[in-house]
């Protein structure tokens, strides 16, 4: 079978798109990504998986996305897929929409989070749900990777087989390492007694950065932040370098900036605890890395984290946009090493039961080619 995998940027192939386009290579089928060119996509080509680069936009511009759309109905004309597997919120309902308009026998989904449940206006909610139903239409496979957000696919009747998949990360990657632990903290100079708080994720206000920042200081002084990622190109919204170049001057050495990092397994084998402060997500795998490599995890009481962290057992959940409650939560894994301990085995326990890349791309590959019903 001929699948195209469509996505919006290069970040979500690379980071979500590119296992499954290996489990399926793997499996016979001939498989090529469609998404935004940039240069997170130079590894899946030297692995020697196609990607075809169009202009996909994140933004609402009908302009952005009429280009979009006719470069999809172009690529699929051209591919003549069997399958188009679409990801995404706005490329998803595109490349749906523009597979039926080709013609493709069949048409998958996975929703890695519904703009109708984030934040914003009423009528932007509304106008994303009916959009949602309408794809759903023409949409043969549904998955969603929470198991929340399949239920609310079923329940507000945009697709009445929505099924929950789960994400996954490898193991084989993502464990503890005693050795890349003493080596980045040598070399990031974290002094004895010192515990590090780390973040991965894009530096957006929806990740909940303002609240982080905010709840550091009120966090015990041998607590030291580092913060991976970097702002895509693509993403919308206020740009937090004031934000952070103030916390900066707040916080001083306690506040580390490491950028984009391809090394994430070794930092979170070389961290405390993990934290994603975020106001909404899908199923988020950064929770699942540091899980799967012995961190507690300090997460907001939303879709997708709320489904992965058990609170009390494997880390602390608290409200989005709350920094007292944030730092409370993050100061009492700082101050009690047993606590983390705990948490942290416990959390690796349940990623390794739920979570894991083998387990979910055979679900996922079956799902697609009908061996899983």
Known sequence: MKI?????????????LFPLMQALRAEGHEVAGV???????????????????????????????????RA????IRAEKPDMVHAHMPI???????????????????TCHGFLFNQPGSRVRRVAALVLEWLAGRVTD???????????????????????AIGNGRDPATFHPDPQARARLRAALDVREGQVVILAVSRLVRAKGYPELLAAMERVPDNAVLWIVGERLPSDRGADLAACFAAARARLGARLVFLGYREDVAALMAAADIFTLPSHFEGLPMSVIEAMLCGLPVVSTTIRGPREQVVAGETGLLVAPGNAAALATALGRLVQDATLRERMGA?????????????????RVTALLTGRLT
């Open 4 to 16: 195209l995998e469509i996505t919006n940027v290069d970040f979500s192939m690379r980071q979500f």
């Open 35 to 69: 998404c935004a060119d940039g240069p997170l996509l130079a590894q899946m080509r030297a692995d020697g998986l196609r990607v075809v680069c169009v202009p996909m936009s994140r933004t609402l511009s009908l302009r952005a996305q009429w280009r979009a759309w």
């Open 72 to 75: 999809l109905v172009r690529v």
């Open 91 to 109: 490329s998803g309902l595109l490349a749906r929409f523009a597979a039926r308009w080709c013609g493709v026998p069949r048409i998958a989904y």
């Open 141 to 163: 496979i549904y998955l969603t990777v929470s198991e929340e957000e399949a239920r609310d696919a079923r329940r507000l009747g945009i697709h009445r087989h929505a099924t």
């Open 346 to 362: 416990a959390g690796r326990a349940r990623a390794l039961a739920r979570y894991t890349q083998a387990a979910v791309m055979a």
